[in-house]
């Protein structure tokens, strides 16, 4: 069983949907559990994190984390084409001392 | 955020030349800084973190004699890739790690290098 699990997609929706990405992971040490967006030959970029389960709200983006089940999920509220990129779940934990990356959803957002 | 830069952006040299590779922090100090080599339509694929004033520590299958790592300041790491081949022609990205959270850390990514090997 992989460490982290993430349909690679790609999903493909409308504009102003709103839409779901989702990771499990099999690791209970890890702590921190981030979102990363990155656009085609770019660097990835730190979307949100959080370190407890429950929901965090940025913006139209909201990160929940449920860590009874180790299940994770960005929602991204009114939907833009500018949205489309490939969204990468990350976990940390004290015992690895470095990020470990779920394999990325590509996301594209049509008008 | 924090901004993470990264010399060139994009490289093309001739096979079995070095190519060196700069990433720099730009409003802070990392102590510890990673790179990532990313084929397309795939995950980040960590290669080797880099803390500062000391050798980098190497992930397995990965030669530290090909890929040299030198993180002279708080600021810079460089990479390079020695006698380069075609199959080293990728997308290296760095990333430099700030502000200690309880336990944890943010992470950024500068905006990557194209190599590509001829």
């Known amino acids: 069983q992989k460490e982290v699990e993430q349909d690679p997609g790609p999903l493909s929706v409308p504009e102003g949907a709103i839409v779901s990405l989702n990771c499990t992971y099999s690791?209970?040490?890890?702590?921190?559990f981030m979102w990363y967006r990155q656009y085609s030959r770019k660097g990835p970029e730190l979307l949100m994190y959080?370190?407890?389960?429950g929901n965090k709200e940025d913006g139209r983006f909201t990160a929940q984390v449920d860590k009874s089940s180790k299940y994770i999920s960005l929602f991204i509220r009114d939907s833009q084409p500018s949205d489309s990129a490939t969204y990468l779940c990350a976990f940390f934990s004290g015992g690895y001392n470095k990020l470990i990356f779920g394999a990325g959803t590509r996301l594209a957002v049509h008008p | 955020g924090a901004v993470v830069s990264q010399h060139p952006s994009w490289v093309i040299c001739k096979s079995g030349t070095s190519v060196k590779i700069e990433c720099r922090s730009l409003?802070?100090?990392?102590?510890?800084m990673f790179w990532y080599r990313q084929f397309p339509k795939q995950s980040l694929m960590l290669m080797a973190t880099s803390n500062e004033g000391s050798k980098a520590t190497y992930e397995q299958g990965v030669e530290k004699d090909k890929f040299l790592i030198n993180h002279a300041s708080l600021t810079l790491s460089t990479l390079t890739v020695t006698s380069a081949h075609p199959e080293d022609s990728s997308f290296y990205i760095c990333?430099?790690?700030?502000?200690?959270?309880?336990?944890?850390?943010?992470?950024?990514f500068g905006p990557g290098t194209r190599l590509t090997v001829t």
């Open positions: 409003d802070f100090q990392a102590t510890t």
């Open positions: 690791n209970s040490a890890f702590q921190y």
């Open positions: 959080t370190y407890s389960s």
């Open positions: 990333s430099a790690r700030t502000k200690l959270l309880p336990g944890g850390y943010e992470q950024y």
